[in-house]
């Protein structure tokens, strides 16, 4: 049974933070920032981040990492749901 759970909270965790929260973090980031946040590459170099989850790149920009970009995004996710319930709801 607790492999089973193991894998349905791996299953899970993938789906939200890395496949949803960090394709809208790839999206969003760059553009509320105007080009000065990006998420890390795929194929990122071995430079550790810091303990927020960001480094600096050579140009200055501020690199996020995969895991801190998911949250990021669903943060954003969460934000637009309640903001366009709450419009819905007072419409």
Request: charged residues 20%; aromatic residues 12%; contains cysteine.
């Amino acid at each position: 049974m607790d492999d089973l759970s193991s894998v349905f909270i791996g299953w899970l965790y993938y789906i939200f933070i890395e496949l949803i929260g960090c394709t809208v973090a790839r999206v969003i980031l760059p553009v509320l920032s105007f080009g000065r946040m990006y998420v890390e590459p795929l194929t990122s170099a071995s430079r550790p981040f810091n303990w927020l989850g960001a480094r600096r790149d050579e140009r200055g920009r501020i690199e996020v990492e995969g895991a801190a970009a998911g949250l990021i995004g669903l943060i954003i996710i969460t934000v637009v749901i309640l903001l366009t319930s709450w419009l819905i709801t007072f419409d």
